[in-house]
């Protein structure tokens, strides 16, 4: 399955910003979707994650009630809903699938899409 993110851009702080990843080759429904990111000189870093059925999600401690991530198995996409930004949400955020909920690493994800950046301005 090939992914592509878009929607990254330049926000203020405590603004809102809607990141959208695109499926194509195959029907996101089997799998686990999530968000990581990478800020400049960091290692990439867990998100958020929704299961297949996108009754579960799961947040890292820092974006934790200001995301929300959510899966449209019609458009065969995968959503971060960014409110209540803060600079040190600045990163390139990547979309991925995977067939395991409830994994936070790198590993437990098979496909990738090419990043979208988001810069958050104080």
């Known amino acids: 399955v090939q992914l592509q993110a878009s929607g990254g851009g330049l926000v203020q702080a405590g603004g809102s910003l809607r990141l959208s990843c695109a499926a194509s080759?195959?029907?996101?429904?089997?799998?686990?979707l999530g968000w990581f990111r990478q800020a400049p000189g960091k290692e990439r870093e867990f998100v958020a994650a929704i299961n297949r059925s996108g009754i579960r999600t799961s947040y890292s401690d820092s974006v934790e009630g200001r995301f929300t991530i959510s899966r449209d198995s019609v458009k065969n996409m995968v959503d971060l809903q960014m409110d209540r930004v803060e600079p040190g949400d600045t990163a390139v955020y990547y979309c991925a699938a995977g067939l395991t909920y409830g994994l936070t690493i790198e590993g437990g994800y098979a496909y990738w899409g090419q990043g979208t950046l988001v810069t958050v301005s104080s």
């Open positions: 080759g195959r029907s996101l429904d089997r799998y686990v």
